[in-house]
Structures are given as C-alpha cells and as structure tokens.
C-alpha cells in the first residue's frame, strides 16, 4: 500500500541571480512500512527531494516550480504554514546529517525534545510531557535518562547528540522517518548503532523509512529498495538485489563499481 506519492516533481533554486534547477520531474511511491534509499552523489538532488517531502523550501532560497505530493489522499503543496506545522514531526519526520547544527547548542537536550512532544499535544500537562520525554529516551537506548536529559548538546558526544536527534524524531510517532545522511559524521562503529537503533525504531512503531545516502553499501545493506538519483533526476529505480545485480543505467553501474571491495 502506497503511504507517500510524489509525482512530477520539480523544485529550483536561486543562487547569485541564477536559477538552478536541483529536482526535475521526479516521480516515485513509497510503500508503507518499507526502507527506501534514495543514492547518489552530492548535488544530485536527494536532500532537496527530502527537504520538498518536509515543506521545508522556502521562498527565499528557491521554490517548488510543479507537481505533488500526496499524503492521506492530499496534496502536501497545498498546505498552508499551520498545515505543515501539523504534519511536520506528527506524520513525517527527519532527522539530519549533523545533530551538531540541528540542535540548539544553548537549550538542554530533554527540554528540545520536549518542545517537539509539546508542539502537537498542547493539552498535555507537563509532567505528562517530561514522562513521554523520558519513554522517548529509552526508546533510543539511553539508560541515564536523567542526565540526557539536563545536557547541553556539547557536553554529549556525536553518537548521543544523534539519538537525541532521533528520540524528537520519533516522538510524536511519525508514519515516515527520512533519515538524511544520519550516519555520515560519526565513526564507523558508531554509525552501526545508530542504523541498529533506526531497523530497532521501524519495526517497533510500524515506520515507513527513507534513507538519504551517497554510500550504495549502506543502501544494500539496510534498505529493501533503492532509487538512483543524478542531476536532479531518477534515474533508476528497483528492489536492491535488481539495483545491485542487474542494474540497467550506466550511471547505476559506475555507483556500484565505485564501492570499495575487500580484499
């Protein structure tokens, strides 16, 4: 069953007076509960595919120039600021690259988490509040829950600061998590807990799962289908074993043959 489709989508960008396109006429439908990758190197367009999923291109910098994407049988384009706010973090969720730049340096890391529970349930008191932040916490393996939770982000490490990141993801239960890059600047043995934590997190709350990556190994590993994206577009698109074995798009080809081998 199709959760998120998104048709013909095109979004531009405004850089020194310039236009530049970053996704053209991209098209593709998310199965619920599946793991998608979407791959690529820099600059083919996959963050900004995810940014558009969010509602988070703004006027400023750029704007959606066509298509749809259609969420419980609406069209996400069409909503208004108070629209996404109700979407954003309750139904569709993110979590970035670097939790260093996504979390506020100067707010405690159980009080940030908390503002994400508190943005969609109001009426909730606040000791309601500080428990689900504490479920939340323990849902991404934090024992110490108490001294998370009065952290300030520098004082926790790469791998903490990214649990956290993904405790205000899931705290509202999203439906769809987009994962953009999550493991990127972490260590090696840290980026297996963490893509642990996230297999852990889907089949606990039924997430439907979206991998940004450039790493195909990763893609293969974790993810049950993969979309190719080049220049803004996808290029291919097929369950991994297809991707990895048959691929049909040079551009495929020369992804797959560009991941290290062991010796």
Same mark, same amino acid.
């Given at each position: 069953?199709?959760?998120?489709?998104?048709?013909?989508? %095109?979004?531009?960008?405004?850089?020194?007076?310039?236009?530049?396109?970053?996704?053209?006429?991209?098209?593709?439908?998310?199965?619920?509960?599946?793991?998608?990758?979407?791959?690529?190197?820099?600059?083919?367009?996959?963050?900004?595919?995810?940014?558009?999923?969010?509602?988070?291109? =703004?006027?400023?910098?750029?704007?959606?120039?066509?298509?749809? *994407?259609?969420?419980?049988?609406? @069209?996400?384009?069409?909503?208004?600021?108070?629209?996404?706010?109700?979407?954003?973090?309750?139904?569709?969720?993110?979590?970035?690259?670097?939790?260093?730049?996504?979390?506020?340096?100067?707010?405690?890391?159980?009080?940030? *988490?908390?503002?994400?529970?508190?943005?969609?349930?109001?009426?909730?008191? =606040?000791?309601?509040?500080?428990?689900?932040?504490?479920? %939340?916490?323990?849902?991404?393996? =934090?024992?110490?829950? %108490?001294?998370?939770?009065?952290?300030?982000?520098?004082?926790?490490?790469?791998?903490?600061?990214?649990?956290?990141?993904?405790?205000?993801?899931?705290?509202?239960?999203?439906?769809?998590? *987009?994962?953009?890059?999550?493991?990127?600047?972490?260590?090696?043995?840290?980026?297996?807990?963490?893509?642990?934590?996230?297999?852990?997190?889907? @089949?606990?709350?039924?997430?439907?799962?979206?991998?940004?990556?450039?790493?195909?190994?990763?893609?293969?590993?974790?993810?049950?289908?993969?979309?190719?994206?080049?220049?803004?577009?996808?290029?291919?698109?097929? @369950?991994?074993?297809?991707? =990895?074995?048959?691929?049909?798009?040079?551009?495929?080809?020369?992804?797959?043959?560009?991941?290290?081998?062991?010796?």
């Amino acid at each position: 069953m199709k959760i998120l489709e998104i048709k013909n989508l %095109s979004v531009e960008y405004y850089r020194n007076k310039q236009v530049i396109p970053a996704v053209r006429d991209v098209s593709i439908d998310i199965e619920a509960g599946e793991t998608l990758a979407i791959v690529g190197e820099s600059g083919s367009g996959k963050s900004t595919l995810a940014m558009a999923m969010m509602g988070l291109i =703004f006027s400023y910098e750029g704007r959606i120039t066509s298509g749809q *994407i259609i969420y419980k049988d609406k @069209n996400l384009l069409k909503n208004s600021p108070a629209d996404w706010q109700n979407i954003r973090g309750k139904e569709i969720s993110i979590v970035f690259q670097d939790p260093q730049s996504s979390l506020n340096p100067v707010i405690k890391a159980g009080e940030q *988490i908390l503002e994400a529970k508190m943005i969609h349930s109001p009426t909730e008191s =606040f000791q309601e509040l500080k428990e689900a932040v504490a479920s %939340s916490l323990k849902d991404v393996s =934090f024992d110490d829950v %108490s001294r998370i939770y009065n952290s300030y982000p520098h004082q926790l490490s790469g791998g903490q600061r990214q649990r956290i990141a993904l405790a205000m993801a899931i705290i509202n239960r999203p439906k769809i998590l *987009i994962a953009d890059e999550p493991t990127t600047a972490l260590d090696v043995t840290i980026q297996k807990e963490i893509l642990d934590l996230i297999d852990k997190l889907k @089949n606990e709350f039924s997430l439907t799962v979206i991998f940004i990556t450039h790493n195909l190994a990763l893609a293969y590993e974790r993810c049950s289908r993969i979309a190719v994206m080049k220049e803004g577009k996808i290029v291919e698109v097929g @369950n991994r074993d297809k991707i =990895f074995k048959n691929p049909e798009n040079d551009y495929t080809k020369d992804l797959i043959y560009a991941v290290p081998k062991l010796l």
